[in-house]
């Protein structure tokens, strides 16, 4: 079983539309969650941490479920701009270094 | 203030050859880190850093050394290089302080034939 699972999509959407992405980790230690973006053939770009009391940046709110061991973010009004892959992250108390999800590719169309 | 800079950008080895990949970064980040992305398979951790002349293995460090001599250096060594070693390899860092997440480079771009 994978540390960090997510659905790989892709999701197709139209332009204004609201859409969720979800994730579920294996590993209880786990300390710190983030929604991380790549664009194609370019490096990931944080987009958000993700904090137990859910939190929100503009149109993308992201929760985390510790008792349950999942993390979601949903993206309001999507743009074309918003095309992209999301990657659901986990960071461990002990290593302080990264697990990725493999990845949600999103495509939002006109 | 340039982030973490890689280089080179693309690379071709032959299979047997050795080389360094270079990451930097300015930012006075403790932890470092390297990650190779291979289709369908997500980011996968190669080798990571906490501070200056501290280094481990993360899931896939077999044929890929590491040094961390100074806080802005984290090269990545490919001992004998190897076509299973094709991939795009990412460096990070971030501030050991909080719970911050990692800033990429990026990226560099490897084919061994």
């Known amino acids: 079983r994978k540390e960090v699972e997510q659905d790989p999509g892709p999701f197709n959407v139209p332009e204004g539309a609201t859409v969720a992405f979800n994730c579920t980790y294996s590993?209880?230690?786990?300390?710190?969650f983030f929604w991380y973006r790549q664009d194609c053939r370019k490096e990931p770009k944080l987009l958000m941490s993700v904090y137990s009391s859910g939190n929100e940046d503009g149109r993308f709110t992201a929760q985390l479920n510790r008792a349950s061991q999942y993390i979601s973010l949903l993206i309001r009004d999507s743009k074309l701009s918003d095309s992209a892959t999301y990657l659901c992250v986990v960071m461990d108390t002990g290593r302080r270094a990264l697990t990725f999800g493999s990845g949600t590719r999103l495509q939002v169309q006109p | 203030n340039a982030g973490v800079t890689q280089t080179p950008k693309f690379q071709v080895l032959k299979t047997g050859q050795s080389m360094t990949l270079q990451c930097a970064q300015d930012?006075?980040?403790?932890?470092m880190s390297w990650y190779r992305q291979d289709p369908g398979m997500g980011l996968r951790l190669i080798h990571y850093?906490?501070?200056?002349?501290?280094?481990d293995q993360g899931e896939v460090p077999n044929g890929y050394n590491v040094s961390r001599s100074t806080t802005e250096d984290f090269p990545l060594r490919l001992l004998s290089a190897a076509p299973s070693q094709t991939s795009v390899y990412f460096c990070?860092?971030?501030?050991?302080?909080?719970?911050?997440?990692?800033?990429f480079g990026s990226g560099t771009r490897l084919t061994v034939v």
């Open positions: 850093s906490v501070g200056a002349g501290i280094t």
């Open positions: 930012m006075n980040h403790e932890y």
């Open positions: 990070a860092s971030r501030t050991g302080q909080g719970t911050y997440g990692y800033t």
């Open positions: 590993n209880s230690a786990s300390q710190s």
